[in-house]
């Protein structure tokens, strides 16, 4: 049971790249999440998704894409990187409304 | 809005000391509240949670909580810490009539002293 899987663990873009973000979780769970830290801020949710075809802005979704086509993966994509952009960004899954299991995090930076 | 507010950047204590970390919610009703710890480096892990009931929470690592509605708080203590507790700890609340998105305080820092 490895839980909440991401890659990659560390990706540096240039400016107007793009890239996806995978995440697998292995726990069944229904509920996804994708958020974002950054430094000295607690975590801002991107997306979110409830099930297998089901997607959901979050606070901060501008700038990303997701896709749920199968329980155990919630990618996100993120179209002409910006400097903004760079974060830790940090995959969650659950059951609903009980703990979030958390991957160990893609740390991006955009130059 | 709904918030949660961690008032303490950073919290400095002596190994072997007692620790209080604040949080404090704002909701029209009593949410969900939880308890994460992000050790350096790692992601996110649950501490502990409060639901309904009981409002002294038992969690892992020697870690509890105590809710009081009377004034939105949700803080975590420990009687005695190590230096492995160095951390950050984040409290987070989600409304129980929601799709249960957690909201996030900005986390708070613990730094043990020797």
């Known amino acids: 049971n490895a839980g909440v899987t991401q890659t990659p663990k560390f990706r540096i873009l240039k400016i107007g790249q793009s890239m996806t973000l995978q995440c697998t979780q292995d726990m069944n769970h229904n509920y996804m999440y994708w958020y974002r830290q950054d430094p000295g801020m607690g975590l801002k949710l991107i997306y979110y998704?409830?099930?297998?075809?089901?997607?959901d802005k979050g606070e901060v979704p501008n700038g990303y894409n997701v896709s749920r086509s199968t329980t155990e993966d919630f990618p996100l994509r993120l179209e002409l990187a910006a400097p903004s952009q760079t974060s830790v960004y940090f995959c969650a899954s659950d059951n609903r409304g009980d703990e979030q299991f958390f991957g160990p995090g893609t740390r991006l930076t955009v130059l | 809005a709904q918030s949660v507010t961690q008032p303490d950047i950073h919290i400095t204590v002596s190994e072997g000391a007692s620790l209080e970390l604040r949080c404090n919610y704002s909701y029209g009703a009593t949410p969900y509240l939880f308890w994460y710890v992000q050790s350096p480096g790692q992601g996110l892990q649950l501490l502990l949670k409060?639901?309904?009931?009981d409002t002294l929470v038992q969690g892992i690592k020697g870690f509890e909580a105590e809710f009081k509605r009377s004034q939105s708080s949700f803080n975590l203590r420990k009687p005695s810490v190590h230096w492995s507790d160095a951390a950050e700890y984040f409290c987070?609340?989600?409304?129980?009539?929601?799709?249960?998105?957690?909201?996030w305080g900005a986390g708070t820092k613990l730094i043990i002293k020797p």
């Open positions: 987070a609340a989600t409304p129980k009539d929601s799709n249960y998105q957690l909201i």
């Open positions: 998704s409830v099930g297998a075809g089901i997607t």
């Open positions: 409060y639901f309904s009931g």
